[in-house]
């Protein structure tokens, strides 16, 4: 968070501890690219799995479905993070050379965007008028308000594409792993009660950390990321219910 230089003289001292303070909401916006991955990779390879046990009954091959799954999982997730980041940073960029190009070709059709937009805000008369002057009097600033009010987007910082992509990575990884941990120490048919049941806590603990660190209830939003999560891997187990392979005499 920027530190103002604020007269302190007039700001009561709790006030300016609690504006410089970071806000532990703003720790929401690290956690997304973790929840992404862990999250995807977790149901996905969860899927893979009971689909691959229920069809096989095979630890084996349970196993190296899962890995092969987790593998492949964690380089396409760190490729779409890298690529929708670069692909929203190209898009906030094309729409602001175009605001340039609408400010320099038809100045009074944009001011008069600028009009509209703060009134709709509650703003009239004299004081519409001046802030209308003021934002149109630096294209910097005229098209930085066009982009956030009318286009509602915000630009994107391309070095952090990379580092995106690495988190989404590592944590699809670590997801993955999650369903397939009980497939090294026990039977198939227990494997695949006991990744369930691992994984649903895992998905309700993400959701209670993700409602505390941005809004929201905890209980519920750990109900709902287990329950969606585990629904949608079961489809992967009727999927290979369905398909069973024959058993050899």
Request: charge should be negative.
């Amino acid at each position: 968070m920027r530190e103002f230089d604020f007269p302190k003289s007039k700001i009561h001292k709790d006030e300016y501890d609690h504006h410089i303070r970071k806000d532990p909401h703003q720790q929401a916006s690290a956690l997304s690219d973790i929840i992404l991955g862990g999250q995807d990779g977790l149901v996905n390879v969860l899927g893979v799995i009971l689909g691959v046990a229920a069809a096989t009954g095979d630890p084996y091959i349970v196993l190296v479905a899962g890995l092969a799954a987790t593998f492949a999982e964690s380089v396409s997730m760190a490729a779409v993070a890298y690529t929708s980041t670069i692909a929203d940073a190209d898009y906030y960029e094309s729409e602001m050379e175009r605001e340039y190009r609408h400010i320099k070709e038809v100045p009074n059709l944009e001011r008069e965007e600028i009009r509209s937009i703060y009134a709709e805000k509650g703003f009239s008369g004299g004081l519409l008028e001046r802030i209308v002057e003021t934002i149109t009097a630096s294209p910097d600033v005229w098209v930085a308000v066009m982009m956030s009010e009318e286009h509602q987007i915000q630009p994107v910082n391309r070095k952090i594409a990379f580092r995106s992509a690495i988190i989404v990575g590592i944590a699809a990884i670590i997801g993955s792993l999650i369903p397939l941990l009980p497939f090294l120490f026990t039977t198939v048919s227990l494997g695949i009660l006991l990744s369930i049941g691992c994984s649903a806590l895992v998905l309700f603990i993400v959701g209670v950390v993700k409602a505390r660190m941005t809004v929201g209830s905890p209980g519920k939003s750990g109900l709902e990321m287990a329950v969606i999560g585990t629904v949608s891997a079961l489809v992967g187990y009727g999927v290979g219910a369905l398909l069973k392979a024959p058993s050899v005499p």
